[in-house]
């Protein structure tokens, strides 16, 4: 089973998307602007623009304000396949003057849907059913009804049950302090209905700011329906403020994953010490122990067992492999693949672009970079391995390295099948070790070999019989 984002459009109503993510975030007490905290290895602004995105949103204006620069400098890495441009808030005086500032970029048209960049695990589902229930015709809020709705803004209900307000808690009247339904924030209204309705804003209030939510009176005002769509999903509509809702949201979100997985099938160690933030794709039968987090795109085929305390990105494990404990895998853009039936680790390293074919044994405290190791190859210890071609069954010794390096370019080792490298080798490329050549022990090797050969170099053995080792404080002779 897959745990990754999904993406499907509005295909009978356009829709253009304001994030509102300009907020100072005082309780984070960090230099860093809160909308770039991460939850889930994603900074909270990229989790909403994805599902942005993913929306097939005509437009996304990102509204910005604290930390300006750093906030839009940092989207373009996202690469979100979406237009999103960015607007100014300054100075920052409250979330109707945010979405003012954005008017200017909008089409117009359609319907305009408001987010927080601080509320990331918002769903594509639940924004899709927002946009059809707002149709272009009517203003709809998604609510949610919370224990202890202290802080947030609560929903006015006629007698009828209509929509008729929103006030903020510190306005609220202790009557309307009582109220548990509340607005989530998260609003999608009619484009030039919205626009009217923003040019009216007044700040006579508690906070002296210009509240979004006051439209929701002028929409009433109209005789324009006013929607509220509840959902039951507290997470979806959980903010950031602080460290500690951040980690109480991670925790949240990681649960949810790890529930997931252990659905279809997937034995978790221990839920409560699983961490995935990006994509994870599951066969049958895996099992994963403790405290392990998978980043990126990372695939295990049948069987795969991961040990303890693995760290592993964008990587393609194969059926009936086992990554031992304490093993990085980092894939980034080259990938990584371990062969069905491979054993990695404890303690070993995989870099971009290592292959590794069927029953390859990479052992403790061996790296591996760009290399290709064919079906059987072993370096059980102590070895580094980068930009190398390893043949079938090739056995690597303790403590050998290909030294690919020059100074100013890399160089490729290529090691013919059935090659035995002796312990503390040094391989100098570019070289081609030919198959079924063998090295000895403590050789450093140059020039390239000859099939079925025997390669030592090394300088000869000298003994000094009853030599005197140096006494520290000895006078010198």
Same mark, same amino acid.
């Given at each position: ?20 993510? =300009? ?22 602004l990229a989790h909403v623009l994805r599902t942005a995105a993913g929306l097939g ?220 933030r990006g994509e994870l794709d599951c066969a049958a039968d895996v099992e994963i ?19 303890? /305390? ?8 194969? =059926? ?7 093993? /990085? ?149």
């Open positions: 089973m897959t745990i990754a984002p999904t993406t499907s459009s509005l295909s009978s109503i356009a829709v253009d998307v304001v994030v509102m993510a =300009a907020g100072k975030g005082t309780r984070m007490k960090s230099r860093l602007p809160k909308v770039l905290h991460r939850l889930a290895g994603r900074p909270l949103a005509r437009r996304v204006v990102v509204v910005t304000g604290h930390g300006a620069e750093e906030v839009e400098a940092a989207i373009p890495a996202w690469q979100l396949g979406a237009d999103v441009r960015c607007v100014r808030q300054s100075p920052q005086l409250g979330t109707g003057h945010a979405v003012q500032q954005a008017v200017p970029a909008l089409a117009g048209d359609g319907v305009v849907l408001v987010l927080s960049g601080d509320v990331p695990l918002i769903g594509q589902d639940t924004l899709r059913a927002l946009v059809e229930a707002s149709g272009g015709e009517r203003l709809a809020l998604l609510t949610i009804e919370l224990p202890d709705p202290t802080g947030y803004g609560r929903v006015l209900r006629d007698a009828a049950g209509g929509v008729q307000a929103i006030v903020e808690h510190k306005d609220a009247t202790e009557a309307q302090r009582q109220v548990r339904e509340i607005y989530s924030g998260v609003m999608a209204a009619p484009a030039r209905a919205l626009a009217g309705w923003l040019a009216r804003l007044s700040n006579y209030n508690a906070q002296g700011e210009y509240y979004l939510p006051d439209v929701v009176g002028m929409a009433v005002a109209e005789g324009l329906p006013v929607v509220a769509q509840k959902t039951t999903d507290a997470l979806q509509v959980a903010g950031i403020n602080s460290p500690a809702q951040l980690a109480a949201l991670e925790r949240d979100w990681q649960r949810r994953q790890a529930e997931r997985l252990m659905d279809a099938g997937v034995r978790l160690a221990d839920p409560a010490r699983f961490d995935l122990d403790i405290n392990c987090i998978f980043e990126g795109r990372v695939s295990l085929g049948e069987g795969v067992r991961i040990g303890a /305390h693995c760290v592993i990105s964008d990587a393609c494990i194969e =059926a009936g492999a086992v990554i031992h404990p304490y093993t /990085h895998i980092a894939g980034e853009a080259a990938g990584v693949v371990v062969g069905a039936g491979a054993l990695i680790g404890p303690y070993a390293r995989l870099r971009p672009g290592a292959q590794l074919g069927r029953e390859v044994h990479i052992g403790n405290f061996v790296e591996v970079k760009n290399s290709i190791l064919a079906d059987g190859a072993k370096a059980n210890h102590l070895a580094y391995l980068g930009d190398a071609t390893v043949g079938e069954r090739v056995n690597y010794g303790a403590g050998s390295i290909t030294a690919n390096y020059d100074g100013a370019n890399k160089h490729r080792t290529v090691i013919g099948d059935d090659v035995h490298v002796g312990s503390n080798c040094v391989l100098i490329a570019p070289v081609t070790i030919g198959a079924g050549g063998t090295i000895g022990g403590g050789s450093t090797v140059g020039k390239s070999t000859e099939p079925g050969a025997l390669t030592v170099a090394r300088a000869r053995q000298v003994s000094f019989a009853n030599w005197k080792r140096p006494v520290k404080g000895a006078k010198k002779p």
